[in-house]
């Protein structure tokens, strides 16, 4: 699954929301570093839609404009929950063998660090 | 229950930014704001145009609004370069995706029928007239080589083995439009499209080093061509076709193509036996598309429009053909 794919899903996590309510839901959760352009939104939520993961929430008309909210289904928090569950996983074993390597290399330059530290 | 909850407050979250944005610009000038909204609202419409019509009629107004809403947090009163490139990327993709998924049946069975039936046609049409293929596919180095099916009619007074050699040349050339077709029916569709396009790269390298080909035969050729890699890539390809076309369509068309392929043999120099057997082979395609159903016929004649369109631009605007070649 692509970043702006988990993100948007994520984003309905927390409930329905619009187009735009999810652009700026995800500039917040990736803390900015994610900014979905209109295109690439729309590409994702068609195809989110069409393979079930999400649905049409409810739709209204604000100042004389549709406004489509979007829900995430339960096969779309399966998907979601999957994702989260392997990218935990990879971090885990990420940060395990950071641990490791940090451990190792502590000894290993034992005189430099203990004379730093102290 | 908080889940009921939050849907809400998500989304009242979700629309504060545009809200708060809004509220700001109108009370700075409204006047020039909104005139300026109505131009980039046209700008917009304007990108969205990139998209089909069936994602426009669901999601343009849609998108528009976010669009709208963006620009005006941004405080922008023209789309970004990189959005509009962005829209116009997705549009184009969504255009492609049209064709390839299938979203619509129709295409999908228009261009298989066509990814049988146009190298089959201009086969016909070009064979008594090898010449021209041998151009896009030998270029000039043949004719230079002294075994060019240019000369094929000439071979008699050669030694025997250059003479195998043209023929060979010749039934090379001749068949070289027919192979995606045949591997496609063999099942071996991607290896189809592979040939067709290898055949489409190498001919249109030929024709921009050469252009005393023939222009309006060899655009048509190349874009013949350029369609048939498409069809093989967006279709089931000619297995497809076969089924689609039935004994009935090929009933139809085989006169037209035996005739297509005699009319080669009256006297009339190079250039008016093509055009003959083009005309031939533009009655072969109607009479087909007639054979199937009419959403189907409409889409395989539009295909077919674009290879038979320089033609069409000759009849319009003639020009002296006699100086070309030959």
């Known amino acids: ?36 352009r209109a295109g690439t939104l729309y590409t994702a939520l068609d195809r989110l839609k069409s393979d079930g993961s999400i649905d049409v929430d409810r739709e209204e008309i604000v100042d004389g404009r549709l406004r489509r909210y979007y829900r995430l289904t339960p096969p779309g928090a399966a998907i979601l929950s999957a994702e989260a569950d392997r990218l935990q996983a990879n971090a885990r074993i990420a940060a395990g063998r950071l641990k490791k390597l940090a451990g190792r290399t502590v000894p290993a330059g034992g005189p430099v660090p203990a004379g730093g530290t102290a | 229950m908080s889940g009921q909850d939050s849907p809400d407050s998500r989304a009242e979250g979700g629309e504060d930014p545009s809200a708060g944005s809004r509220g700001q610009l109108s009370a700075d000038d409204q006047a020039s704001a ?4 109505a131009a980039l609202e046209r700008r917009y419409r304007r990108l969205l145009a990139w998209y089909p019509a069936r994602h426009r009629s669901i999601y343009g107004d849609e998108m528009l609004g976010v669009l709208m809403a963006a620009a005006t947090a941004r405080g922008s009163g023209r789309p970004g370069v990189a959005e ?14 049209t064709i390839g998924t299938g979203t619509d049946p129709a295409w999908r069975d228009a261009l298989a029928v066509y990814s049988l039936v146009a190298p089959v046609l201009v086969t016909a049409a070009i064979y008594r007239a090898p010449w021209f293929l041998s151009f896009l596919l030998w270029g000039r180095g043949g004719s230079r080589g002294g075994i060019d099916p240019l000369t094929l009619f000439h071979f008699y007074t050669l030694p025997l083995p250059f003479q195998l050699a043209g023929y060979a040349k010749y039934l090379i050339t001749i068949a070289s439009p027919l192979t995606p077709v045949v591997l496609g029916l063999l099942g071996l569709r991607r290896t189809g499209l592979l040939t067709a396009a290898v055949l489409l790269s190498w001919t249109a390298l030929q024709a921009s080093l050469s252009w005393e080909i023939q222009a309006s035969n060899t655009v048509a050729f190349l874009a013949l061509l350029a369609v048939e890699v498409v069809a093989l890539m967006a279709s089931h390809g000619p297995q497809r076709g076969l089924r689609l076309l039935t004994w009935k369509g090929l009933l139809i068309a085989a006169p037209l193509l035996a005739l297509a392929v005699t009319a080669g043999l009256e006297e009339s120099g190079a250039f008016g036996v093509m055009h003959l057997s083009w ?8 009479a087909m598309a007639a054979t199937l159903a009419s959403a189907k016929a409409r889409r395989l004649l539009l295909l077919f429009a674009i290879p038979v369109s320089p033609f069409v631009i000759l009849l319009v605007h003639p020009y002296e053909t006699s100086a070309a070649v030959k």
């Open chain 2, 84 to 97: 509009s490139l962005n829209l116009i990327g997705s549009g184009l993709r969504a255009r492609i995706g």
């Open chain 2, 34 to 37: 909104s005139g300026g909204s």
């Open chain 2, 279 to 286: 005309s031939v082979v533009v009655l072969a395609i109607i």
């Open chain 1, 1 to 36: 699954m692509q970043e702006p794919t988990f993100l948007i899903l994520t984003a309905l996590a927390a409930g329905p929301q619009h187009g735009y309510g999810i652009m700026t839901d995800v500039a917040s959760i990736s803390a900015g570093r994610v900014r979905l």
